[in-house]
């Protein structure tokens, strides 16, 4: 039989079959008296199982109705909406709840234009509730003066980053053909 080393690296004595190797000491031990796990290539310590993620409240609407999910809608957040919006696209993308979420994101953007004193046009506020990826090939019906409009009411609001951007795309691509 060969014989093994085996190496502390710890701080604190390690026991091995009967051998005490000391901290940052290395001892040749015959190969019978050294467990598989501090054997050259041998196993390790299985890892601890992850623990299970706690379920997503928001998420888990989406086990419901329509009908049981709709009345829900108005008490999420922003961020909880979209992903909510985002998980039924990628999953049933049931019609009526698609339509809800729209309904949820028109309502909040006319109650946002209320608080604000700001009179922001319906269509302006129609566009606007959209999310951000669906707004930007609505862009380049939209007016011009909209398109001012729309970016102020976005500037004043929500202010999402990507609405902005592409909003201001639209605008340098017109004023390019010009």
Do not use: C, W
């Amino acid at each position: 039989m060969a014989d093994i080393p085996v190496h502390n690296p710890g701080k604190n004595p390690k026991h091995v079959r009967g051998y005490v190797i000391e901290p940052g000491e290395t001892r040749i031990l015959p190969e019978h008296m050294v467990p598989p796990r501090l054997r050259p290539g041998g196993r390790k310590p299985a890892p601890a199982p992850e623990p299970e993620p706690e379920p997503d409240e928001v998420l888990q609407l989406l086990d419901s109705s329509v009908g049981d999910i709709t009345p829900e809608l108005p008490a999420l957040s922003d961020s909880d909406l979209d992903r909510l919006e985002q998980a039924e696209q990628d999953g049933k993308t049931r019609k009526t709840l698609m339509e809800a979420f729209q309904e949820e994101r028109l309502r909040r953007a006319q109650q946002r234009g209320e608080e604000s004193g700001d009179d922001v046009p319906e269509h302006i506020a129609q566009i606007l509730a959209h999310d951000a990826e669906a707004i930007e090939p609505i862009l380049s019906e939209v007016e011009d003066g909209d398109l001012t409009a729309l970016y102020e009411a976005e500037s004043a609001d929500q202010a999402r980053e990507a609405v902005l951007a592409a909003i201001g795309a639209e605008q340098e691509r017109r004023h390019g053909e010009s």
